[in-house]
C-alpha cells in the first residue's frame, strides 16, 4: 500500500509562481512512474505531467509545456511540480498519483494510488 500526501498549494497572482510536494510512503517508490493531475469545478480530472521512475522522459500536457516541471528525489520518496508563470487556468485541485509498474501514461485510470489534493488558486 502507498499513500501519498500533497502540499505546497495555495493563492498566488497571476504570474507568480508555487512549488507543490507529493512525499510517498512505501520502500517502492522509485519503481514508480508518478503523475501529477488537476480538476477544475465542473470539469474532468486531467493530466498536467509524468516522470518516469528514473526521473527521466518527463511528459507534459500541452497547456503547461514550458511552464511547470515534473522532478523527483527517489531518496526522499517525494515527487515535486514546479508551476512558473501562473494563469487563472491553472487554477484547480492538484492531486499526484502512483503507478507501480513504472510505465508512464496520461490516463487517470492508469494510476493505481492518489493523494488527497491540494488547491492551487491564480487569482487576475
Known amino acids: 500500500q502507498v499513500q501519498l500526501v500533497e502540499s505546497g498549494g495555495g493563492l498566488v497572482q497571476v504570474g507568480g509562481s508555487l512549488r507543490l510536494s507529493c512525499a510517498a510512503s512505501g520502500r517502492t517508490f522509485s519503481s514508480y512512474a508518478m503523475g501529477w493531475f488537476r480538476q477544475a469545478p465542473g470539469k474532468e480530472r486531467e493530466f498536467v505531467a509524468v516522470i518516469e521512475w528514473s526521473g527521466g522522459i518527463p511528459d507534459y500536457a500541452d497547456s503547461v509545456k514550458g511552464r511547470f516541471t515534473i522532478s523527483r528525489d527517489n531518496a526522499k520518496n517525494t515527487v515535486y511540480l514546479q508551476m512558473n508563470s501562473l494563469k487563472p487556468e491553472d487554477t484547480a485541485v492538484y492531486y499526484c498519483?502512483?503507478?507501480?509498474?513504472?510505465?508512464?501514461?496520461?490516463?487517470?485510470?492508469?494510476?493505481?494510488?492518489w493523494g488527497q489534493g491540494t488547491q492551487v488558486t491564480v487569482s487576475s
Open positions: 498519483a502512483a503507478n507501480p509498474s513504472g510505465i508512464v501514461y496520461s490516463a487517470p485510470g492508469r494510476y493505481r494510488y
